[in-house]
């Protein structure tokens, strides 16, 4: 959710006369849209760059929810103008974009804050990349575009994609209308948009053809989405559990999952999903926020400590062996110590296999920023500490649970050490374990002799180049 991630771009090497470096901050939807911004800019000529250095463009596509993660684009093109300066001076020219959501809350600031950014682009003009590059190339000015058209955006996205690995994103809801008080993305991400079915399984089927063996839905509250049906199917909408169920179909598609879900739009037909489809994975990422009723109320969360709890013991009557995963704030305005006991209560109740966890980041423009009450930081130190500890122990204890398990690995990639590789569990937990790198993409049966805080260690059953022996 937060992961920071370098992605240098890709696209038709032998055409690619640039380069163009990408550096991805926040959430997996910009990670995403910056698969997507690769896609755009490969026809105008531009190829990866593993790092900045002397790249003819670098996207910082960024991240707004926490006051750190804005911080950090400023410190970012700070170092960014010195490369575009030596550059300059080799008589060469970098040009620098900010995207995302930072993009689309700040604008024009942006370029008068920081005149080494050449555009500004936001989270829904991506298909405008082209244009801008061309007019901030021809003027060396500025180049700004932070329109809020959803629909725009997918339509005129290219319809093939470069895949980094068996497993991909694809993109099916975008924005909120929830209004969380502490919250930037209604403001960012704009308003809730679902593309239709007829577009998703298309864009399914076309990565499952280029090799995805996994799919992962994703939205800003994925289980929102509501897409019109396809066309053969009439008028009227699908829901996501139809959705998944159709994504199932796929040819080549194994696995499924979805993220980030909000408990208030937690229907029948997802649950019903995941008791019914094998490809869905037993993983549900559901943020809760808070265990009290009194702050829930106050973050506009729309459910209760006892309606969240109600629906993990749905879950995992549907699919006994799910992990649950969520989201915490702590620290949240007029947060006392009874109430973050009650954050406690919860998570002993629930007992979560991963989760994150935040102070929380006071954002300009947002309800909670008014509320009085703001806690002190080292209140929010203290209790995120606490809860932290708590939920480590319930990971490392989920983690220890599959040992002598033999569990399925998607193949994800190479591990560190050599001979090594590295997958998924059915869980999301990374595995590795030692094996050929011909295994890269497949489904294999591991078997799993250790745990630690994050990640499995496993042995192929009857590989006799590993070693020891599972057990
Ligand atoms: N609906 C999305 C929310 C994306 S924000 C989702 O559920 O994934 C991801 C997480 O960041 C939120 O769940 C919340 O825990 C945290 N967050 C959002 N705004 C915050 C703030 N102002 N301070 C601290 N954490 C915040
Ligand atoms: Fe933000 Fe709440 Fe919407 Fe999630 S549901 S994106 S936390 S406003
Ligand atoms: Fe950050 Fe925007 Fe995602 S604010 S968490 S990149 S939706």
Redesign the pocket.
């Known amino acids: 959710m937060t992961a920071t991630s370098d992605s240098p771009a890709s696209g038709p090497a032998a055409s690619a006369t640039k380069r163009v470096f990408i550096q991805t901050y926040g959430c997996q939807m910009n990670v995403y849209d910056s698969e997507r911004m690769k896609d755009v800019l490969a026809p105008l000529g531009y190829g990866p760059a593993e790092t900045p250095d002397g790249a003819d463009l670098v996207v910082l596509n960024t991240c707004h929810i926490r006051e750190k993660a804005t911080e950090k684009v400023y410190s970012e093109v700070g170092r960014l103008k010195k490369l575009k300066d030596a550059k300059a001076a080799d008589g060469g020219k970098m040009m620098i974009a900010v995207a995302g959501c930072v993009a689309q809350a700040e604008g024009a600031e942006i370029m008068r804050r920081a005149p080494a950014v050449d555009m500004v682009v936001g989270p829904q003009a991506y298909h405008k990349l082209p244009e801008l590059v061309a007019r901030a190339a021809r003027a060396s000015g500025e180049a700004l575009e932070t329109s809020f058209d959803v629909v725009e955006k997918f339509d005129a996205l290219p319809a093939s994609r470069q895949l980094e690995g068996p497993s991909a994103f694809l993109s099916v809801q975008e924005g909120?209308?929830?209004?969380?008080t502490?919250?930037?993305?209604?403001y960012t991400?704009g308003a809730e948009h679902s593309r239709g079915a007829d577009a998703v399984l298309a864009e399914a089927r076309m990565l499952a053809a280029q090799g995805a063996r996994e799919i992962v839905l994703l939205g800003?509250?994925v289980n929102a989405w509501h897409g019109a049906a396809p066309a053969i199917d009439g008028a009227g909408s699908w829901d996501l559990g139809r959705l998944i169920r159709q994504v199932a179909l796929v040819g080549g598609i194994d696995r499924i999952r979805y993220t980030?879900s909000?408990p208030g739009d937690m229907d029948d037909s997802l649950f019903e999903a995941h008791g019914a489809v094998p490809e869905l994975m037993p993983y549900l990422h559901l943020?809760v926020?808070s265990g009290s009723d009194r702050v829930l109320k106050a973050m506009?969360?729309k459910h209760d400590a006892t309606s969240y709890l109600d629906i993990v013991a749905r879950m995992r009557a549907a699919r006994p062996d799910i992990a649950m995963a969520s989201?915490f704030i702590v620290g949240f305005p007029g947060e006392t110590e009874r109430d973050f006991e009650d954050t406690m209560a919860l998570v002993r109740a629930v007992g979560f296999a991963s989760a994150y966890s935040f102070k929380y980041s006071r954002r300009p423009g947002t309800p909670a920023a008014e509320m009085l009450g703001q806690v002190p930081e080292e209140v929010k130190d203290a209790r995120l500490q606490a809860l932290q500890a708590l939920l480590m122990e319930q990971q490392v204890a989920f983690n220890a649970s599959k040992v002598g398990a033999t569990v399925p690995v998607l193949v994800t990639g190479k591990g560190r050490h050599p001979g090594q590789m590295l997958g998924k569990s059915p869980w999301l937990q990374s595995v590795h374990f030692d094996g050929p790198d011909s295994l890269m993409g497949q489904i294999v049966d591991v078997a799993i002799v250790a745990a630690g805080r994050n990640s499995l260690t496993g042995e192929l059953p009857g590989d006799l180049s590993g070693g020891r022996k599972a057990a």
């Open positions: 909120c209308d929830k209004f969380c502490f919250c930037v993305v209604p991400r800003q509250n980030t909000h943020p926020q506009n969360r989201d």
